[in-house]
């Protein structure tokens, strides 16, 4: 079945930049999300790439995204503790139009 | 608009006892998900509706939990009878189109 995995643990300095990953299986995924998780808070939607693109650039974040190997990458520029959270990877079913897969989780700590 | 909005934030209960979460989508969102949250298994989708009708509860893990949703406003998560291992945090999302899940808060749930 469809899987989503990610590295546990991401542990940066503040100022540097943070780089988490992720890989998926499902091939025919339209859509692939990144969300950040804030302790005791509910999973926010940080940005999403179309399938058909390779990357995506939005302030701090960027994007990147190789179909091919299918690998997903979320790039954080000028990492700041209140980046400090866990970030979730997801992916979007081709075959349900509603339901995301999520990865387990990558937990960002950065120091000061 | 004041997002997802979920109740209660924190129940505390006796096993055995029912227990029922709720969960207000954005207006206009037409699928509804819930979600349980646990350190052990990360996120688990229970089940999601489309246009109020429930698509795919493969998720839910017993038969002591049900979810309904009689309007497009309104949906509940019915534990009963509620044991200890089912606690954890329970998020509810709600979608329309492609820009992902818009998440609650949460409602933590303890069962002693």
């Known amino acids: 079945g469809e899987d989503v995995e990610q590295s546990l643990f991401l542990s940066v300095r503040e100022g540097d930049s943070s780089v988490i990953n992720c890989t998926y299986t499902d091939s025919s995924s339209t859509y692939l999300y990144w969300y950040k998780q804030e302790p005791g808070a509910g999973l926010q939607l940080l940005t999403y790439?179309?399938?058909?693109?390779d990357m995506k650039q939005d302030q701090r974040l960027t994007v990147l995204l190789n179909k091919k190997d299918k690998h997903l990458s979320l790039r954080i520029a000028d990492t700041q503790t209140g980046d400090s959270a866990i970030y979730f990877c997801?992916?979007?079913?081709?075959?349900?139009?509603?339901?995301?897969?999520f990865g387990s989780g990558t937990r960002l700590l950065v120091r000061p | 608009d004041a997002g997802v909005i979920q109740s209660p934030r924190h129940e505390v209960t006796e096993m055995g006892q029912e227990v029922t979460l709720r969960c207000k989508p954005i207006?206009?969102?037409?699928?509804l998900f819930w979600y349980r949250q646990t350190m052990m298994r990360g996120l688990e989708l229970l089940i999601y509706f489309n246009n109020n009708v429930p698509i795919d509860d493969s998720g839910m893990p017993e038969d002591r939990f049900s979810a309904k949703m009689p309007n497009a406003s309104f949906s509940t998560l019915k534990i009963q009878p509620s044991e200890p291992r089912d606690s954890a945090v329970y998020f509810c999302a709600s979608m329309t189109g492609s820009l992902g899940y818009t998440f609650g808060s949460g409602t933590r749930l303890t069962v002693v």
């Open positions: 790439i179309f399938s058909n693109m």
């Open positions: 207006s206009g969102h037409n699928s």
């Open positions: 997801a992916e979007r079913e081709e075959d349900s139009s509603y339901k995301l897969i």
